[in-house]
């Protein structure tokens, strides 16, 4: 007997939607079905005291050894889907639902001379057309009410059939215009048959057809001043909309088609696939596959079609298939997909209506199934646990590395070049470690010079703060500060990686050893082919792609590139919106907004004397001063400033004193980043 809390889902991973869940055992069979409203209310009841449980349902929650769900817009679309997976699986608690009879059918008897309607459960019967399930017998009858205007389809037993046809007299039905009576012979075998067959038609979505051909009739009959007969047809249309929208379909039409979603990150993809037949959902599949190469969503797509349809023929193959982003070239897949189904099919991207909707709806499903599988695998101890002893394991190190640091850098050709520092601690995130840095030392793109500086910088700080709290010193805690937070670079890492191959980790190992520190670790992990790099080694690490420590050390990786890329990012957008303002100490930004309102541009501020600068409210001379001299500076080309006077001055700038002189033109002090 299994514990459910062994496999009960964290409350955050759960999505409050309407969906599906399924319950599965050990060897996992599908065991229970069920529908919810808000799968996390529902889900959540499963998961209480085993003692306030009915007994069947403990019985259910001990048998089941994982749960799973699926995430749709409606309850009709989760009424839909529940029933086809009980059909599908036949799960052994669902006993209540084992002989259908809380899913009725509507059903046309076409393998019959005169094809009756009428509601059927149980085991579908060969040329049988069947519509459906609804959720209770009276929505058949109620929708079957609404279509005898229209369809005159017999809907009587064999016996009542064939006692009218001995009497030669119809049925109620016959008399008011409900039946044809093809009992009595008012109509033929053929022409009855195809009644049914244009009823079938309506009900698989084919509606368009016969609404407009009975709207048609309806506006000549009112020309024709037929008004009783087009008073009919018009209650003949109102009956049919009715209907239609007793009877929702996910597709118009009986659709045949696969729709295929995607949704990834820079590690993995999660793909969901739903597999309309006739218009309805009849089944879902998925999988999550790492991203071992750089890829396009297209081909992420063309990957997907192939496991799909490789070993499929004929109706196997749904003419449609819809998918978020075209294989490129999307010609070949065509093809091919058209050679296995051994007739045309259609590979696109919806773009409106109701498989655009329904397309969103899988994409929902990707995307919970990607986070899911992510949480899942970030937040189980035992796994974090193993990717930490794997990366010990295959780098050598004494233990396991319960800390680790990862530096990139990062710079748009050469311009605000940047690094970053992320901290992963037992395997997670701990963001409050993380670090940014300018580089200082020099000017251009040189990302090995810069990982050099960056580890220099970083444990420099780390001795400093070493040398200066003689750390832990008489049992107390001295790396933290008076608050209680850690000093920003107290705690030494087990493991350094760095986001490069063998120039990166040579320049953080040197880094380390000019420093005198032995006892940190260093790697680098190398984008192009997954590769560990470790420091004086010829040949690289190479981990299985299966690996829980490789899937660490690139989540490691990629969290350094995108805190790097962020904040370069970001600096870049403050370089372009930058101005000569910015470099006035103690001139804030309520001042500059001021200055600027009240000259209304920056050219006529700089235009202006001082006199004029410091009727500014809020700004005085000295401050008026010095934002002349500041404009002036990032301004070469413009005359110079006598300070005294607000006199413009004609002659160029010359590197005298600033009383009644001209101003030197010198460059603006360079601004230093800090560590944050």
Not at 100 to 109: C, E, G, I, M, R
Request: net charge neutral; charged share 30%; hydrophobic share 35%.
């Amino acid at each position: 007997m299994a514990d459910p809390s062994s496999y009960r889902p964290k409350p955050g991973q759960i999505p409050d939607s309407p969906g599906v869940y399924r319950f599965r055992d050990e060897h996992r069979r599908v065991i229970y079905v069920g529908k919810a409203k808000s799968l996390r209310q529902r889900l959540a009841n499963y998961f209480q005291d085993l003692a306030g449980l009915h007994p069947r349902t403990r019985s259910m929650v001990t048998t089941a050894a994982s749960v799973e769900w699926t995430v749709v817009s409606t309850e009709v679309e989760a009424l839909q889907l529940e029933y086809s997976w009980i059909k599908e699986f036949d799960p052994r608690f669902n006993v209540k639902y084992r002989d259908d009879k809380s899913y009725p059918y509507l059903a046309v008897t076409m393998n019959e001379e005169f094809p009756r309607v009428q509601v059927m459960r149980g085991h579908k019967r060969k040329g049988v057309r069947y519509f459906g399930p609804y959720g209770h017998a009276w929505a058949i009858r109620d929708t079957v009410d609404l279509l005898l205007r229209v369809f005159p389809v017999r809907t009587c037993s064999a016996g009542v059939f064939k006692n009218a046809a001995r009497t030669g007299r119809p049925c109620l039905l016959g008399y008011i215009g409900k039946c044809s009576a093809p009992c009595v012979e008012r109509v033929s075998a053929d022409e009855h048959r195809e009644l049914a067959e244009e009823f079938c038609d309506f009900m698989a979505g084919r509606t368009g057809t016969y609404l407009r051909r009975l709207e048609k009739q309806m506006t000549q009959a009112a020309e024709e001043m037929e008004y009783e007969r087009a008073a009919r047809l018009r209650d003949d249309i109102e009956a049919l909309k009715k209907a239609m929208e007793k009877n929702a379909v996910v597709l118009a039409d009986a659709t045949d088609a696969d729709l295929i979603a995607v949704a990834e990150d820079e590690l993995e993809a999660a793909v969901q696939i739903f597999h309309v037949r006739g218009g309805r959902v009849r089944g879902q599949r998925g999988w999550v596959t790492d991203k071992v190469e750089e890829i396009t969503t297209g081909a992420l797509v063309e990957h997907a079609l192939q496991q799909l349809y490789g070993e499929e023929k004929g109706d196997s193959v749904p003419k449609e298939v819809l998918v978020p982003a075209l294989p490129d070239p999307v010609e070949p897949v065509q093809e091919w997909l058209t050679e296995r189904r051994g007739s045309a099919v259609s590979l696109r991207i919806p773009q409106r209506g109701d498989k655009k909707a329904l397309m969103e709806t899988v994409e929902r499903n990707a995307q919970q199934a990607l986070v899911l599988h992510k949480t899942k695998r970030a937040s189980d101890l035992t796994t974090r646990s193993r990717a930490l002893e794997e990366i010990a394991e295959a780098l050598d190190l004494d233990s396991a590395p319960l800390r680790i640091e990862c530096y990139d850098i990062s710079h748009l050709q050469g311009d605000d070049v940047v690094a970053s520092m992320v901290v992963f601690e037992d395997g997670l995130q701990r963001k409050s470690e993380y670090r940014r840095f300018q580089i200082k030392g020099f000017e251009g793109q040189d990302d090995v010079r810069s990982m050099h500086e960056v580890i220099n910088r970083r444990f420099r700080r780390y001795l400093a703060e070493k040398e200066k709290t003689g750390e832990w010193a008489d049992g107390e805690n001295t790396l933290t500060e008076e608050d209680g937070r850690p000093k920003k670079f107290a705690y030494p890492p087990q493991l350094v990686v760095v986001d490069g191959g063998q120039p990166q980790v040579a320049a953080a190992k040197k880094a380390l050893d000019e420093l005198g520190i032995d006892d940190v670790a260093v790697c680098g992990l190398a984008k192009r082919l997954e590769e560990v790099w470790l420091p004086d080694e010829d040949d690289p690490v190479v981990l299985p792609r299966t690996s829980e420590g490789l899937y660490l050390l690139q989540r490691v990786r990629d969290e350094a590139h995108r805190f790097a890329i962020t904040y370069q990012r970001t600096k870049r957008a403050k370089r372009f919106r930058s101005s000569p303002l910015d470099d006035v100490p103690g001139l804030g930004d309520t001042r500059k907004q001021a200055l600027l309102k009240h000259f209304g541009s920056l050219k006529k501020l700089r235009s202006a004397t001082i006199d004029q600068i410091c009727e500014v409210p809020g700004i005085g001379r000295k401050t008026a001063e010095t934002i002349a001299v500041a404009l002036a500076q990032a301004a070469p080309a413009a005359p110079a400033v006598n300070t005294a006077t607000g006199e413009i001055m004609e002659e160029e700038p010359s590197s005298k004193g600033s009383s009644g002189q001209p101003v030197a033109m010198g460059a603006p002090d360079e601004r230093r980043g800090q560590e944050t």
